[in-house]
Nanobody
Framework: QVQLVESGGGLVQAGGSLRLSCATSRNIFNFNAMGWYRQAPGKQRELVATITNGDNTNYADSVKGRFTISRDNAKNTVYLQMNSLKPEDTAVYYC????????WGKGTLVTVSS
């Protein structure tokens, strides 16, 4: 069974930074792509960023230039570096992995105060 464990969430002031981590229980190369999604209160879950095995990345327009997704293959971990955080970035952030099936972590809460 695949496990994705997120960490790194917390409370930060607007303009601050956080780095989220997602550690997988399986060799990261088993996944075609991994990514981060978020869900704010009362809203649908939305894509934040994805990265493929070929290191192709994709970002939501709302985070381009502020967030960076990366991966450490040796550690089977994907990161999301979040800079210049805004209150509207407040959400539960979920790690996602695709290998035929789709896997989700349990999420980590990011709260950005104004």
């Amino acid at each position: 069974q695949v496990q994705l464990v997120e960490s790194g969430g917390g409370l930060v002031q607007a303009g601050g930074s956080l780095r989220l981590s997602c550690a997988t229980s399986r060799n990261i190369f088993n996944f075609n792509a991994m990514g981060w999604y978020r869900q704010a209160p009362g809203k649908q879950r939305e894509l934040v960023a994805t990265i493929t095995n070929g290191d192709n990345t994709n970002y939501a327009d709302s985070v381009k230039g502020r967030f960076t997704i990366s991966r450490d293959n040796a550690k089977n971990t994907v990161y999301l570096q979040m800079n210049s955080l805004k209150p509207e970035d407040t959400a539960v952030y979920y790690c996602n992995a695709k290998a035929g099936l789709v896997y989700w972590g349990k999420g980590t809460l990011v709260t950005v105060s104004s």
